[in-house]
């Protein structure tokens, strides 16, 4: 058994981390041999509710659980830690424009830049989940200059189980016989889920499921609009699966993904696939010894290319509003 490695999850209080504290803490992420120190990083408001999380997590007896470090501080919270699950974010507010949201989560995410930059271990490993994801991971990378930019990524993967599930579905085979969807750009309504170098058993997808009018239209909206379809029955967003997607896109890049096989993850653009530089852009990626690299050398249609084009437009245009907040500051 290794020695304790430190863990921070903000927005711990809230519904995300309800459900991914408990997949971490009992070994999912970092495997079952890993002892963690858990710290959870929420505002003050909140610190009454986290409590309550703290007690929770005690009474799940948990063997792997060696600490945990409920706080209100970023620079404790982000002390020594070798991997920051960032969920926690300004939520959309009734009347509050597109703009505002930005505005509001690029001063959360230049703060918590700071603070890993400052106190974190400098090989951690970020995830951001709160949206606006991909902006958020760009702006925290930006005010944490003394950490590796291959070290801030954003979350797709629950966009991605998502679009294995309905090819899964439309084949009637279980999930695991479906590899290789990839989803391109923005973890938002623009992001492109493409199934053509997907396969079932190694074979195409494409050809098992021969319907390009459900690939191309019916398939994209399905995993565009999903996070919309749970609001509309849960009446809250997704947090269980978030919470799933979140531990597996943390345990492949740490532990590595299988050969032949990619998963898709928000990451800083080296310009592959004519995307452009410097925007945090969903890739099909690789993962060994704790690095990624973006999976080269897959077909993009004229439908795909298309679709790419629009995502890295939005995200562009993220970034421009969020490097004015960051020049106004
Ligand atoms: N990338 C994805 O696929 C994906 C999927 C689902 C949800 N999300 C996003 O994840 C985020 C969290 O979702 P949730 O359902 O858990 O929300 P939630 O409102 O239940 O919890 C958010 C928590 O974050 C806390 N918080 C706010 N500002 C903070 C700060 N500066 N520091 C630390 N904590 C802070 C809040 O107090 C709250 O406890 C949202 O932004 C949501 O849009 C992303």
């Known amino acids: 058994m290794s020695e304790p490695i430190r863990v921070v999850v903000t927005g711990a209080a809230g519904q995300i981390a309800y459900s991914l504290l408990y997949m971490i803490a009992k070994g999912d992420v970092f495997g079952p041999n890993q002892k963690l120190i858990l710290h959870l990083l929420d505002i003050p408001p909140m610190m009454g509710v986290l ?166 239209a019916e398939f994209v909206e399905t995993v565009q609009k999903r996070g919309a379809a749970v609001i509309n029955a849960r009446k809250m967003s997704s947090a269980m699966s978030a919470a799933k997607a979140a531990s597996d896109h943390m345990r492949d890049w740490f532990a590595g993904t299988k050969d032949g096989e990619f998963v898709s993850m928000g990451v800083v653009s080296d310009g592959s696939y004519g995307t452009p530089k410097d925007i945090v852009f969903s890739f099909p990626v690789q993962i060994k010894d704790g690095k990624w690299t973006i999976k080269q050398g897959l077909a993009v249609d004229d439908f795909a290319r298309g679709k790419l084009d629009a995502t890295a437009a939005e995200l562009l245009e993220e970034k421009e509003e969020a490097m004015a907040v960051c020049a106004a500051e």
């Not at 597109?98 to 271990?121: C, H, M, P, T």
């Not at 925290?140 to 309905?166: G, V, W």
């Not at 989803?183 to 021969?210: C, F, L, M, R």
């Open 51 to 216: 409590e309550g999380v703290v007690m929770e997590l005690a009474d799940c007896a948990l063997p792997l659980l060696a600490g945990v470090v409920p706080t209100a501080d970023p620079a404790v919270g982000f002390k020594d830690v070798s991997a920051a699950f960032l969920v926690g974010a300004m939520p959309r507010k009734q009347g509050m424009e597109r703009k505002d949201l930005l505005s509001a989560n690029v001063k959360i995410f230049k703060v918590q830049g700071e603070a890993l930059n400052n106190v974190a271990k400098k090989d951690v490993k970020v995830l951001v989940v709160g949206n606006p994801a991909n902006t958020n991971a760009l702006i925290c990378s930006h005010y944490a200059p003394s950490i590796p930019k291959e070290n801030f990524t954003a979350m797709t993967r629950l966009d991605q189980n998502r679009a294995q599930a309905q090819l899964a579905a439309r084949l009637s085979v279980g999930i695991d016989r479906v590899r290789n969807v990839i989803i391109w750009g923005n973890h938002s309504s623009t992001q492109y889920p493409d199934a053509k170098n997907a396969t079932v058993d190694g074979k195409s997808v494409v050809e098992a499921i021969a319907n390009n009018d459900y690939l191309n």
